[in-house]
Antibody, heavy 121, light 111 residues
Framework: EVQLVESGGGLVQPGGSLRLSCAAPGFIFSSDWMSWVRQAPGKGLEWVANIKKDGSEKYYVDSVKGRFTVSRDNARNSMYLQMNSLRAEDTAVYYC??????????????WGQGTLVIVSS | DIVMTQTPLSSAVTLGQPASISCRSSQSLVHSNGNTYLSWLHQRPGQPPRLLIYRVSHRFSGVPDRFSGSGAGTEFTLKISRVEAEDVGVYYCMQGTQWWTFGQGTKVEVK
């Protein structure tokens, strides 16, 4: 079973920065696209970013373009989300998810437990 | 962006009875490769979502056969043949044809 463990969430002031991490022990991390999906308190799900297996392609939802950067270190089986210029509307639980992209699924088939980011003064 | 609209937004079901959730997309989900990337996910309270159905009607690994998906183009349905207690929570449809967007969610609870 795929295990994904997020960390790095917390309370940050508007305009501040935070770096989230996703550790993925126990599977061939470099073989998979990975994603960040967020969920504001009491709200639905929103895809945030994807990164290709080798990190050569990255895609973002419009609302975070220019502020968030996704990266990965396949040697450490880890993915990261650098979040800058944070806004109150970025407050959410951020999930790390594996994206089954190349196979005919194109869905998020494994999820971490999430890490909570609160943007507030 | 493709907008996904689910109905109903909440549903109270008797254990052992069927349940159905509809999902409509603002444009066709048929990809240029001919596949339709419509998935269904289930989120129990306090838990992350989990994938139930992908590509309209394919059950993901370990998903009970009481769950089934159907539809085409812009109209899709998730059916639970006999609701069990563990099925409570919120169900989301999601499209992966043009980026990834989710429906608002349908909360299923037991009467």
């Amino acid at each position: 079973e795929v295990q994904l463990v997020e960390s790095g969430g917390g309370l940050v002031q508007p305009g501040g920065s935070l770096r989230l991490s996703c550790a993925a022990p126990g599977f061939i991390f470099s073989s998979d696209w990975m994603s960040w999906v967020r969920q504001a308190p009491g709200k639905g799900l929103e895809w945030v970013a994807n990164i290709k297996k080798d990190g050569s392609e990255k895609y973002y939802v419009d609302s975070v373009k220019g502020r968030f950067t996704v990266s990965r270190d396949n040697a450490r089986n880890s993915m990261y989300l650098q979040m800058n210029s944070l806004r109150a509307e970025d407050t959410a639980v951020y999930y790390c998810a594996r994206l089954d992209y190349d196979a005919p699924v194109r869905a998020f088939d494994s999820w971490g437990q999430g890490t909570l980011v609160i943007v507030s003064s | 962006d493709i907008v996904m609209t689910q109905t109903p937004l909440s549903s109270a079901v008797t254990l052992g009875q069927p349940a159905s959730i509809s999902c409509r997309s603002s444009q066709s989900l048929v990809h240029s490769n001919g596949n339709t990337y419509l998935s269904w996910l289930h989120q129990r309270p306090g838990q992350p979502p989990r994938l139930l159905i992908y590509r309209v009607s394919h059950r993901f690994s370990g998903v009970p056969d009481r769950f089934s998906g159907s539809g085409a183009g812009t109209e899709f349905t998730l059916k639970i043949s006999r609701v069990e207690a563990e099925d409570v929570g919120v169900y989301y449809c999601m499209q992966g044809t043009q980026w990834w967007t989710f429906g608002q969610g349908t909360k299923v609870e037991v009467k």
